[in-house]
């Protein structure tokens, strides 16, 4: 597969098979995905594995925290301007669409906003973690890493889900996974095979033109 497939094809998936994922192929993996740049070569990533029947004992233990935690970090800015909100709401309803739920449906809406916390029944994940000490550029280096990761993830013919979401659930993680106190954590990465069945797979978020946001000088 070249690169520029692997960038076509990847895309997030919101429900996947309960096929499982070795754990010497996700660490073989997150080995290769180690190569990607960062500044001063300082390598900010922590990364923590939930497989196998670690992901049940997970899910129990989740179940039995408190679902009201202090948020890690703001996903978006409180006033996200536009284009930046038009775009977060047209990819929204986008994929309400294809799950057959109208706006006015909070109910089934947060459901499935929920199922986040259930990695969209991925049967593997990991959690990306950082020093609380670093700053934006090391912050940048982590979706350098995470992009990369899941470009050849891609190439090995498996999908992938980052979620920020489980900025959310920050603490209850860190518990799990025992990770010390001088880290947080920035997001979760869910690792299997898609349900071809799911309609919401089918979703193919827009891209703005280039003309909009980069210019030649």
């Known amino acids: 597969m070249q690169v520029s497939e692997a960038v076509n094809a990847r895309k997030s998936i919101r429900s996947f098979l309960s096929t499982p994922v070795p754990d010497e192929q996700i660490a073989q993996l997150l080995e290769k995905a180690a190569r990607s740049p960062s500044g001063g070569n300082v390598q900010p990533w ?34 996200l301007p536009s284009p930046y909100r038009d ?10 669409k294809l799950l057959n739920i109208p706006r006015e449906d909070k109910t089934s809406r947060f459901a499935h906003l929920a199922r986040n916390f259930w990695f969209f029944d991925a049967p593997a994940a990991f959690f990306c973690f950082i020093d609380k000490k670093m700053g934006p550029p090391q912050w ?13 993830a891609q190439e090995e013919g498996l999908d992938t889900c980052a979620q920020e979401a489980w900025a959310n659930r920050s603490q209850a993680v860190a518990n799990f996974v025992g990770a010390k106190d001088n880290l947080m954590l920035f997001c979760g990465m869910a690792i299997g095979y898609k349900n071809p069945e799911a309609d919401v797979n089918s979703l193919v978020s827009d891209r703005a033109p280039l003309e909009t946001w980069a210019k030649f000088v």
């Open 140 to 152: 940048s280096d982590l979706g350098m890493f995470l992009q990369t990761f899941m470009l050849l």
């Open 46 to 79: 922590r990364v923590f594995v939930v497989n196998g029947p670690t992901m049940p004992k997970f899910h129990d233990f989740l179940a039995q925290t408190n679902p009201r935690e202090t948020p890690a970090y703001e996903i978006y800015p409180k006033e």
């Open 87 to 96: 775009s977060r709401f047209k990819v929204g309803e986008d994929m309400y």
